[in-house]
Nanobody
C-alpha cells in the first residue's frame, strides 16, 4: 500500500500563496489517481482537486478553479497543490489521498480514495 505524506502548510495572509506537497512512502504514486481534500473545523471533508495517474486530466471543486492548481511529478513520486489568492475561508487541514487508477467513481467522493495522509494545516489570516 502507499502512504501519502503532506507538507507545505502554514500561516499566510489573505491574497498570498502556498504550495503543498504530497510525497509517498511505500509504493510509487504513479499507480494511483491522486486527490486533495480539506476539512475546516466543524465541517465535513470536502473535495479540492484531483489528478489522474499520468497527470493528463485534472478536476477541481468549483470554488477552487482559477486559484488552485494540482500537478504531479511521478519521477519525484510527488503531487503538488499550488494555492494562490488565498482567502480566510480556505483555512483548513488539507489532506492528500490516493485512489486506485481502475476506480470509476466520482473524483470528488471521499470513499473512492483508499489511502490518506495525516494532513497539513493551512491558515489564512485576514
Amino acid at each position: 500500500q502507499v502512504q501519502p505524506v503532506e507538507s507545505g502548510g502554514g500561516l499566510v495572509q489573505a491574497g498570498g500563496s502556498l504550495r503543498l506537497s504530497c510525497a509517498a512512502s511505500g509504493r510509487t504514486l504513479s499507480n494511483y489517481n491522486m486527490g486533495w481534500f480539506r476539512q475546516a473545523p466543524g465541517k465535513e471533508r470536502e473535495f479540492v482537486a484531483a489528478v489522474t495517474w499520468g497527470g493528463g486530466r485534472t478536476y477541481y471543486a468549483e470554488s477552487m478553479k482559477g486559484r488552485f492548481t494540482i500537478s504531479r511529478d511521478n519521477a519525484k513520486n510527488t503531487v503538488y497543490l499550488q494555492m494562490n489568492s488565498l482567502k480566510p475561508e480556505d483555512t483548513a487541514v488539507y489532506y492528500c489521498a490516493a485512489r486506485y487508477n481502475y476506480y470509476s467513481g466520482a473524483y470528488y467522493a471521499t470513499d473512492q480514495y483508499a489511502y490518506w495522509g495525516q494532513g497539513t494545516q493551512v491558515t489564512v489570516s485576514s
